[in-house]
């Protein structure tokens, strides 16, 4: 939606730029035809706001991007560090269940603020809406026994991924220094 709203911004800001001699279209036209061409480009209907496309057209902030850069338990740098980490345990096979990334998590939270975080830690939910809010580097996973097909897997090329992973471990630590 994000995408089809900076469309009608652009085509908006297109508009205004348009000479005073010539026509120009309102924001509700605008909205109308970019739904409508999104429409027919994907088959999903999308529904724009005129007044959220004033607003952006003025230079306005999505009221999504205001709430998280000024409503959220973690700094832009801390969630690049959270989703590193959580990356880094899976690519090295120890993927982090929802209970353990809230405890990485409070755990960050707790140092930067005090005790102005919560005792209780994060909200119930927020792992999931963190897993979802970041989808194009996270995906939750159902863990599954080991069966035959995955115990075939070990074979010289995993063999060697593995070592080339503990090499790197034991040569740069942890931290990566």
């Known amino acids: 939606k994000e995408k089809v709203m900076a469309r009608a911004v652009a085509m908006y800001q297109a508009e205004l730029a348009k000479p005073s001699s010539e026509?120009?279209?309102?924001?509700?036209?605008?909205?109308?035809?970019?739904?409508?061409?999104?429409?027919?480009e994907t088959g999903q209907v999308v529904s724009l706001n005129h007044n959220t496309l004033a607003n952006l057209a003025k230079g306005?902030?999505?009221?999504?991007?205001?709430?998280?850069?000024?409503?959220?338990?973690?700094?832009?740098?801390?969630?690049?560090?959270?989703?590193e980490y959580v990356v880094e345990m899976a690519r090295r096979g120890f993927p982090l269940s929802h209970k353990r990334l809230k405890e990485h998590v409070d755990e960050i939270c707790r140092a930067?603020?005090?005790?102005?975080?919560?005792?209780?830690?994060?909200?119930?939910?927020?792992t999931q809406r963190f897993v979802e809010k970041h989808s194009d580097h996270l995906r939750a996973y159902r863990a599954h026994s080991l069966d035959t097909a995955c115990g075939c897997a070990v074979n010289p090329t995993t063999n060697k991924?593995?070592?080339?992973?503990?090499?790197?471990?034991?040569?740069?630590?942890?931290?990566?220094?």
């Open 60 to 83: 306005g902030v999505r009221l999504s991007e205001f709430n998280s850069s000024t409503k959220s338990w973690l700094t832009p740098t801390e969630t690049d560090k959270v989703l």
């Open 23 to 40: 026509k120009k279209q309102g924001l509700r036209k605008v909205c109308r035809d970019v739904q409508k061409a999104y429409l027919k």
């Open 161 to 177: 991924a593995w070592f080339e992973m503990l090499k790197d471990v034991l040569e740069s630590g942890d931290d990566n220094k």
């Open 112 to 126: 930067r603020l005090g005790d102005a975080f919560p005792q209780s830690g994060v909200g119930k939910n927020w």
